[in-house]
Each structure stands twice: as C-alpha cells, then as structure tokens.
C-alpha cells in the first residue's frame, strides 16, 4: 500500500516522541531502533502496536456500532462518522480513511516483528509472534467485515488486501472474503500453538484467541468449531461472568480487574484523557460533570427491549437525563417516526392524562412476569408509551444517555474498549448450538446471560414460551441487549441475513434520503474503500 510508504516508521517516531512512563501508559514505550533480531525492539514494537489500537479504537467503533439500530442521533453535524450512521457512503470520509490507515499501520508494525524473530528460538520470541499473529488476524478480520460482504453471502466476494509482510513496496490488491478468512484462521491457529507467558487480559492470550476463533467460525458458519472454541474459553476456568450487582459498573472497572473481559485495549487514568475525554467515544453518548457532547442517544427500539425487566441491571447502562422528577411523561412515537408525549399522573396501576377537560387512562396491558405495558389512543391508533420523568430533550429527542463507554475509574469518559468478553463467548456458543438445532443448549446459555443481567425466573426461555419467536430470534435479541455499544450489532444483523430496521426518531431519517431500513443485500452495508488509496494503489478496486 503506497500509503504506507515511508510512513510506518514516521509513526512509530511519532509514538516514541509522544511517550509516557511505561508504568502509566504501557503501550507507548517503544524505541526508534529498527527491527534487527532484537527481542527488545520486538517486544518494543509490539507495545507500540497495542498503543496504536487506541487510536484505531475510536474509528472501529464509530464504523461498527453507529449504524445499528442501537443508536439515534439527536441532530446534523458535519463529522464523516454522520454517512456511516445514516447509510449514505462518501469514497473520501475521514472516519474510514482512518480506520483504514490505522488498520494496515497494526498489521505492517505486526508484520515487521513477525518477520524478524524466528519461532521456536525463545520462549520471549514465540510468545512476541503469538501476539503480533493475534494483533493481524483481529486487524484483517475487522476489516474484512467493514470492506467485505457478508461471509455467508459468499466467499468470491471481495474483501480486502492481505498484508503479510513489512515491505512498504509490496502494494497487495485485494483478496476474496474468503481468502481474508483463510488467512485469519491460519494466523489465530498459528497463534494458538506459541504462547509461552501468561499476561493480563490487555495483552493478547490464548483465550484471546480461541474467543476470536469462536467468532471467526460462527461468522463462517462452521458451527461445530465456533463451539469447540467458545467451550476452550469457558473451560479454561480463567474468567468468570462479574455479579449481577455490579454489571452496571462493568465499563467502569480496570480491565485487568474485571473477570468477564479476555481482551481489551486499555485506556489509562489521567495519561490518556487528562481533559476527561472531550473528543472520545463515550463523549458523544453522554454529557457528565460538563464534559461531552452528549448528541447520540440509545435508540427507541433498544429501550423498550432493555426495560421490559425493571430488574434487568443493562438498563443501568442507559441515563435519561431528568429535568423534573415531580412531572411524568408518557412518551410514544407517532408515525412520522416523531417522539410525543403527555404529561401523565399514576394513581394505583393506571396512569391518567387531561385532554378537553377530560381525565382519560392509559390502556395497559398485563405482562406475564409482573407489571403493566401502557399505551397512548391517538388518532393513528394505540402507541406503545414509556414512563419516564419529564426529560431534557434536544431537537425533538429526549436524551437517553448512554454511559456504556465512559466512566472508568470514575473519569468521566475514560474507557477501555473491549474486544472479547465471557458473555459473548456463550452467545457464540448459543448461536451455534441454536442453527444446529440443539435448542435446549442454546435456551441454556441464553438464560445464563439473562439471569445474570438480573431478569427473574419467570423472565427465562423455555421451548414452550418463545411467544412466536424462534431460538435463534431470542439468542440475537440477547445478543442485542447484552452487547450494545461494543460494535457487534451491525455484523449480526447482516451476516444472519436479516435487515436493520431503523424505523424509529433519529437523525437517519431526516433529509431527502431517509433510511428507515437497510437489506443485507444492499450495497450501503459495506464501507466504500477510501478513496486516496483508489488513486495510488494500482488495481485496487472500489466497492459498488
């Protein structure tokens, strides 16, 4: 890639220029010495690597999670990231250059050391291939899933250049899906076998890998293996699901603290966002104590899911922002997709609204686990309504904020992102077992995740209360609910080919070409590849 041109080891001065005490910020501690068989500048350029995940963090996210229907954005704004959250591609965003650049940056400083040390010369040498091996599956696989279609659409589709050495001259055109697949299983195999240390979770890992390996199958739909992987993880006894008590606190926890995580990239106190996080993921999200922007709120469709339970502690997750806790709302969407609402008063179960002089009650509706579904008669018919307290709104929209990626060790948007977790392991493994049909297997794992999100008994599957959903409809929805805001939903989504129904109040449905749902087989579910690369890179192709 031309781009890399003279431009990897520029970066890696950058980071060495830019460089804390490794004890504060153990990811940008490298030397500007070239690669030459030295364990420490391998072990150097590794730590380098990981420190450019960070950076690379934020573009991944944006690109993954903004277009899902977890997410509603509260107005306009002139950042790129508004053409991937709303479906309308530009071949020159800032946002995916990025993610691009950043992406082939990992790889190649993953390449150089790969290249340089022999396997099986020391154990501190193998150990250093089994992470940079790690390091350029993750990158090859995320990129794959933002260029490629779909691996279950096929695998002659085309996917991304495969990158496997530190040559800046070496430009790769791109391979197929399938042939990006193949490469990804050969490394994270590869991996698996050379791992001699044990290091915490913000370090690649065994576990780290066979996580991924469990994902990579599933997404295949080699089931069979995507289980055999997930029970390596589980079985291995090295995490343990964190108490429902304190899921809520789960972004809040230093990754190394935290049982659940496998892999994180980790985001350091004070050193890495000394202005508490103006400019950061969790900024957009939420506005607290005075920093954020607070814009990016959790989606209709997502709060009905996470408050069917009072109980269930994800909605911990979600923050309506209260302007008066003495005035009640009933807040609906009408069918302009538009949020309404009235101001309501509870006596007993009912909760009753003046119109015309007139006291009329809301309409409920028993559930079967306790308490009441209400609904609004309008004139287009009855409307769901949620209770809340009058809200702040911005724009029409009441802001829900969200606070899954802020707040860790009580700074206001520190977060460290994480890229493989227990809970998601077992929703590998529930997926899988529920396409081979093994749906007793597949009800289990999800009752796990539900129990420990704090939904009571009566709130758990069984094959005879599925309520016209299929096994496979509950362990996406579970999916849904336990990995919000963790850059997952897109991928499900599409690669189950189903679509993305964002008909609900967002942004995305504002101007001449509102989006309100997306098939997997349009075009839009695929990032167009940067359109700088397009003029240098000869035979580079751009997507339809």
Excluded at 260 to 270: L, N, R, Y
Excluded at 424 to 450: F, M, P, S, W
């Amino acid at each position: 890639m031309k781009y890399l041109k003279n431009t990897y080891w520029i970066g890696i001065m950058v980071m060495v220029l830019s460089a804390c005490n490794i004890d504060r910020n153990p990811y940008d501690s490298i030397t500007s010495d070239e690669l030459a068989n030295s364990e420490t500048s391998a072990e150097s350029v590794t730590l380098g690597t990981y420190s450019r995940m960070k950076t690379w963090s934020t573009d991944w996210h944006r690109l993954f999670e903004y277009p899902s229907d977890n997410v509603a954005l509260s107005g306009m704004t002139t950042n790129p990231f508004f053409f991937s959250y709303n479906y309308q591609r530009v071949p020159n965003g800032s946002t995916v250059a990025g993610f691009w650049k950043n992406s082939y940056y990992i790889i190649v400083g993953a390449n150089k050391v790969i290249e340089a040390l022999a396997e099986g010369a020391s154990d501190k040498d193998d150990q250093l291939l089994a992470e940079n091996y790690y390091i350029r599956s993750l990158m090859h696989f995320q990129l794959v899933n933002l260029f490629g279609r779909p691996y279950m659409q096929g695998r002659d589709n085309a996917g991304v250049p495969l990158k496997l050495d530190g040559d800046h001259l070496d430009h790769p055109v791109r391979s197929t899906v399938g042939e990006v697949y193949d490469q990804i299983l050969a490394d994270l195999l590869k991996s698996e076998t050379l791992f001699t240390e044990e290091k915490t979770n913000i370090y690649a890992s065994k576990e780290a890998v066979w996580a991924l390996l469990s994902r990579v199958y599933l997404y295949q739909g080699n089931n069979e293996k995507a289980i055999e992987y997930a029970n390596k993880v589980i079985d291995s006894g090295k995490f343990s699901l964190i108490p429902t008590d304190k899921l809520a606190d789960y972004s809040k926890m230093v990754p190394e603290n935290n049982s659940e995580t496998i892999f994180a990239i980790k985001f350091v106190k004070d050193a890495d966002y000394s202005n508490n996080g103006w400019y950061t993921i969790g900024s957009l999200y939420a506005n607290i104590q005075g920093a954020g922007w607070g814009e990016m709120y959790a989606s209709r469709p997502y709060l009905e899911l996470v408050r069917e339970y009072p109980t269930d502690q994800r909605y911990q997750f979600i923050r309506p922002v209260v302007l008066d806790e003495e005035v009640t709302w009933a807040l609906y969407v009408d069918n302009a997709n538009k949020y309404k609402w009235k101001e309501v008063i509870k006596t007993g179960d009912d909760y009753v609204y003046e119109e015309n002089g007139e006291q009329i009650a809301l309409d409920k509706t028993a559930k079967g686990q306790g308490g009441f579904d209400y609904f609004i008669q309008t004139e287009e018919g009855a409307k769901r309504v949620l209770i809340d307290n009058k809200l702040d709104v911005r724009n029409g929209y009441p802001k829900y904020f969200v606070l899954k990626c802020s707040g860790q060790e009580e700074q206001t948007h520190l977060w460290s992102p994480v890229i493989s977790r227990l809970a998601e392991v077992y929703l590998n493994r529930a997926e899988a077992n529920a396409k081979l049909g093994n749906t007793g297997l597949a009800l289990q794992d999800v009752n796990l995740i539900r129990e420990r999100a704090g939904i009571p008994e009566s709130g758990l599957y069984t094959t005879d209360n599925l309520g016209g959903k299929t096994v496979l409809d509950v362990v996406l929805e579970e999916r849904q609910l336990e990995l919000a805001y963790e850059g997952h939903r897109k991928i499900d989504v599409f690669r189950n080919n189903r679509t993305m129904d964002r008909g609900y109040p967002g942004t995305h449905l504002a101007g001449n070409s509102p989006v309100s749902s997306v098939s997997p087989n349009d075009n839009a579910i695929i990032e167009y590849l940067p359109e700088a690369q397009l003029l240098v890179h000869d035979g580079l192709t751009q997507n339809p």
